[in-house]
């Protein structure tokens, strides 16, 4: 008999590593599924995979960032040390206002950090910077390593998933995985119309692997992110460019404005290219993560057209056992320890879903732009 799963995950990037490894943990039967043969080949094998707090002014997502900034250090520190380079992370404010919000940024991250001046940063190898923060529980991850590291011992299937049936007594998966849960964790490639409520775009960045001379203890961020060197070897990367067709963009340089970029830091002698690293990564609508089951959108727009109109009352109606783990931006090494966590507890223990991650919160402001982009006007909101 064909196995049956208590949990498949289509997507090999972090989310869907880490959720596998979470439910696998509580003794689930898992398997994962990815179009490619190995995992993180999408935005997760791009990524620098840095683990750095988010500094900025008190929002929801610094609060959140912040939260799984303390559990991914502990997650990694304690399960995947060989994978995590806890080399500290200097953070160079970008713009003279964040340099005078400094303390203020400060204050708002719950992680030890301390106000290092020109001279302190100086020996650390940072020139013309007169103020930054170090955090010395930041670092970095090796992306493609750790992801492969999450999901040992769980089936691992290569499969392009084109539909998921719901006709029959289980869920099946691209038409042979059998599962009575399935979580969506496709990234930047959604998963056709079924997630179109929750606005996920992407966003293309690039890597480098460079030899270097230079020796540098800490890992930095200002406009780009710079590693620590470890045998030799630096990482340099950021994602910032909004585009569907990133490799016209770069025109064949992708790695250009990051060397440029690295030298308002730090001087690195001698760069000799070791790898080149492209990808998208995802992001929603409202920057927050995206989890929770997801909501059988056509059915809803169907049954009750007036949410269009602002009907707020309509009850809820999801696709079968169908879930979402999406959304994690530009730090989803930061961010897919808990979240996984939150989700499969969600899943499988019932626990509530916190409201800033639940992708409930899209839908009925998703339902409401269809009706402007028609030109229609809202008239009647009793449904
Ligand atoms: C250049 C760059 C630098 C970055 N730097 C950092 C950083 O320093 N720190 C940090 O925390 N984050 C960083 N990020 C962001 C981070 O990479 C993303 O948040 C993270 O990769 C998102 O992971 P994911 O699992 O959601 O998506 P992905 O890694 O894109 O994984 C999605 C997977 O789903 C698979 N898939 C999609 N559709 C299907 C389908 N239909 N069937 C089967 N498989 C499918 C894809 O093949 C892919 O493997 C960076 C990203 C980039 C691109």
């Not at 979470?22 to 683990?51: C, H, M, N, W, Y």
């Not at 966590?341 to 639940?358: A, H, M, N, P, Q």
């Amino acid at each position: 008999m064909e196995a049956l799963y208590d949990l498949v995950v289509v997507g090999a990037g972090i989310a869907g590593c880490t959720a596998a490894r979470e439910a696998k943990a509580k003794g689930l039967r898992v398997a994962i599924i990815d179009k490619a043969q190995k995992p993180a080949t999408g935005g997760s094998g791009a990524a620098g995979a840095f683990i750095s707090p988010k500094l900025g002014s008190k929002t929801e997502l610094l609060e959140l960032t912040n939260e799984a900034f303390n559990y991914a250090v502990r997650f990694y520190t304690q399960n995947y040390p060989k994978y995590f380079t806890k080399s500290g992370i200097v953070r160079i404010p970008q713009t003279p206002k964040d340099a005078q919000n400094l303390l203020y940024h400060q204050s708002l991250v719950d992680a030890k950090s301390q106000l290092l001046e020109r001279e302190e940063l100086e020996l650390l190898g940072i020139k013309n910077e007169t103020q930054a923060l170090f955090f010395e529980d930041g670092g970095f991850c090796e992306a493609q390593e750790l992801c492969e590291a999450l999901i040992v011992g769980i089936d691992y299937f290569c499969i392009d998933v084109q539909d998921i049936d719901e006709s029959g007594e289980y869920l099946l998966v691209g038409k042979q995985v059998k599962a009575i849960n399935v979580v969506l964790a496709t990234g930047y490639r959604a998963f056709g119309q079924k997630l179109d409520y929750m606005g996920i775009k992407g966003l293309w960045g690039s890597r480098g692997d460079f030899f270097t001379d230079s020796k540098l203890a800490v890992s930095m961020h200002k406009k780009i992110s710079v590693s620590a060197v470890v045998d030799g070897v630096v990482k340099l990367g950021a994602t910032h460019v909004k585009s569907q067709s990133p490799c016209m963009e770069c025109k064949g340089e992708p790695l250009a404005p990051l060397i440029e970029a690295s030298k308002s830091m730090v001087e690195l002698e001698n760069l000799r290219i070791k790898e080149t690293f492209c990808g998208m990564r995802s992001g929603s609508h409202d920057f927050k993560p995206l989890l929770g089951r997801v909501i059988d959108s056509a059915y809803m727009l169907q049954s009750y057209p007036k949410i269009k109109l602002g009907y707020k009352k309509a009850p809820l109606k999801y696709c079968k056992n169908l879930y979402v783990f999406n959304g994690l931006g530009g730090r989803g090494f930061v961010l897919a320890p808990l979240m996984a966590k939150w989700l499969i507890e969600y899943i499988f223990e019932g626990k509530e879903l916190d409201s800033r991650v639940d992708a409930n919160r899209l839908f009925l402001k998703w339902a409401r732009r269809l009706n402007k982009l028609k030109g229609d006007t809202p008239k009647d909101k009793n449904g």
